[in-house]
């Protein structure tokens, strides 16, 4: 069963962020509906859709587990790592900075390197689904991105104060997952064992 809302929530959000990419088709729902409904018809499935993704990810770590392969141990090393780095991102895409003019799209960047540093270390099949399908949509985005000649963010603003701020934000929050979210919420803690 948890198996199925994960599938259903990850097909719901692939649909609804693939739809965004045809510009064509977006445009012409955005013309029939009126921008503020579509925001929030968006959102509303969006939130839907991760609620059936969290949901359906539960019930199959609590009833359903499948295991596909066995990572080696120092991939959990990997995994840590890397999430520094997505974590920066996710918090430039929000402040005004070099690293997010560098990175262009740092939330699908963050994405990204999110759901690869979590394949390294997952070995379930439910994982291997929820990450993989994370990762093609956020490679499939920046593709789209960039054929649409989207550029994202090409300016930064004078100085590096930003900058600064973003790793130390980042830092704190990449702490903040690791020592408080990931044991309570996930059930599994990031640093140490």
Do not use: C
Request: aromatic share 12%; proline share 4%.
């Amino acid at each position: 069963m948890g198996l199925t809302i994960l599938i259903l929530g990850l097909l719901v959000f692939l649909a609804t962020h693939v739809f965004v990419t045809m510009r064509a088709a977006r445009a012409a729902t955005i013309a029939k509906l009126g921008l503020n409904t579509y925001r929030a018809l968006f959102s509303i499935v969006s939130l839907g859709s991760l609620a059936l993704i969290v949901w359906g990810f539960g019930e199959y770590r609590a009833h359903g587990w499948i295991q596909v392969w066995s990572p080696p141990g120092f991939m959990r090393h990997v995994t840590v790592a890397l999430m520094l780095p997505a974590v920066i991102l996710l918090v430039a895409y929000f402040i005004p900075s070099h690293i997010k003019a560098k990175a262009k799209h740092p939330l699908l960047a963050a994405a990204k390197t999110w759901a690869l540093a979590h394949l390294l270390s997952n070995g379930d099949l439910g994982s291997i689904l929820m990450f993989g399908v994370f990762l093609a949509w956020g490679v499939y985005a920046r593709i789209a991105a960039k054929r649409r000649g989207d550029l994202g963010t090409t300016t930064a603003p004078t100085g590096f104060t930003n900058d600064i701020i973003v790793v130390v934000v980042g830092i704190v929050v990449y702490l903040a997952l690791g020592y408080a979210f990931h044991p309570a919420v996930i059930g599994v803690p990031a640093f140490g064992r």
